[in-house]
């Protein structure tokens, strides 16, 4: 899912955590995490939920509502926050423009083709959601009720929320409606409602300019020190960005996240030099885990599967039956290697000469 999207009647049910819409949304999303689009059936573990919030026990529900920004912000329950959105999404389905006739310059009200409600999306990086798991750990291991941990949780995020919030009114001008935190994804997120269109039906700021997810996420991969220096995508993608809109001009999705990632580290560093070594490690175990990643996703490629089966076909019959029925019985080249690699290394064990006693004297002279 992109970071921003206009916002209809569903939009704006998705966006209440608790929502049935957001439960089927949900569902259809891990249902299309359960297969890939080349034949084979992923990991046991998706690399989607590796990083997913470890908040049983805590109480916490999918999410949080809000109305308002800055001082005027409120949390409001679902229904209120729906029902809110639905409103200004009717009242602000015009917008006062100009328009020459003739001679004159008229003001005219114009019907718009989308809704004015708009979204934009800000997620914690994967190695922010290990640090927070880590700290959950950490709090109930040191015997801190589920009530306070819960309430530490919304404390650290809250901060988050505020700061993107007051980022992208800044960096826009556009009119802040509302807010909300979503616990229950694969990555923690901060959602703002907005609309170009004022209270008074009069547009504001210019169009947002954005790169798009996949660049956000590799500039903060690149970041963390995980980058792949061997894609160059994102340079590619800066360049075209810049050529249509200037050479000094920064993405708002790219501005967005960086202010989350910089407000992070200040709560990381508030809390104190062992918190500070707890958020490296984690960054250290993203590096790695990424690298893995990285190396699993060429291995599972159509075309490296497919010249895997080719050196696969060719080498079975020099191994035992049970060896060739193991293989038979994978699933993808993957697994079938994996087969032969534990092969190898139990036939290397079995075949390795065992040292004799003319050895031994040997080895005493």
């Not at 929502?19 to 359960?34: C, D, E, F, I, K």
């Not at 008074?200 to 995980?226: C, E, H, M, W």
């Amino acid at each position: 899912m992109g970071l921003r999207r206009q916002l209809n009647r569903e939009g704006i049910a998705h966006a209440h955590g608790d929502s049935s819409v957001h439960l089927r949304h949900v569902l259809h999303r891990q249902r299309q995490r359960a297969i890939q689009w080349i034949p084979e059936v992923v990991q046991e573990v998706h690399p989607a939920d590796v990083f997913k919030l470890r908040s049983e026990g805590l109480g916490l529900t999918n999410g949080r509502c809000f109305i308002g920004e800055g001082e005027t912000e409120s949390e409001v329950p679902g229904e209120v926050f729906e029902k809110h959105l639905s409103a200004i999404n009717w009242e602000r389905r015009w917008h006062f423009a100009k328009m020459k006739r003739g001679e004159k310059i008229c003001t005219v009200r114009r019907k718009r083709k989308q809704p004015a409600v708009g979204e934009f999306v800000v997620n914690l990086a994967p190695w922010q959601m290990t640090y927070l798991n880590r700290e959950l750990e950490l709090w109930e291991k040191a015997g801190i009720a589920p009530e306070k941990r819960k309430e530490m949780l919304l404390a650290f995020f809250e901060p988050l929320r505020r700061t993107t919030v007051k980022t992208f009114k800044d960096a826009t001008g556009y009119d802040v409606l509302a807010a909300y935190e979503h616990w229950d994804s694969t990555k923690c997120h901060v959602g703002i409602l907005n609309s170009r269109i004022g209270s008074d039906n009069q547009l504001r700021g210019g169009s947002l300019k954005t790169i798009g997810p996949f660049s956000v996420a590799v500039a903060r991969i690149q970041q963390v020190g995980a980058g792949d220096p061997a894609d160059p995508r994102l340079g590619q993608n800066l360049e075209r960005f810049r050529a249509r809109h200037g050479k000094d001009a920064v993405p708002l999705d790219m501005q967005l996240h960086a202010a989350l990632d910089s407000k992070f580290d200040e709560l990381v560093v508030a809390t104190g030099p062992d918190a500070e070594m707890r958020y490296d490690a984690a960054k250290q175990h993203y590096r790695e885990w990424k690298t893995k990643a990285r190396r699993d996703s060429v291995v599972r490629s159509p075309g490296s599967q497919r010249i895997g089966w080719e050196v696969l076909r060719l080498v079975t019959p020099l191994f035992p039956p049970q060896v060739q029925a193991t293989i038979r019985f994978a699933r993808t080249a993957y697994q079938a290697f994996q087969v032969v690699s534990t092969a190898l290394d139990s036939i290397s064990t079995i075949t390795q000469p065992q040292p004799t006693k003319t050895h031994e004297i040997t080895k005493s002279l």
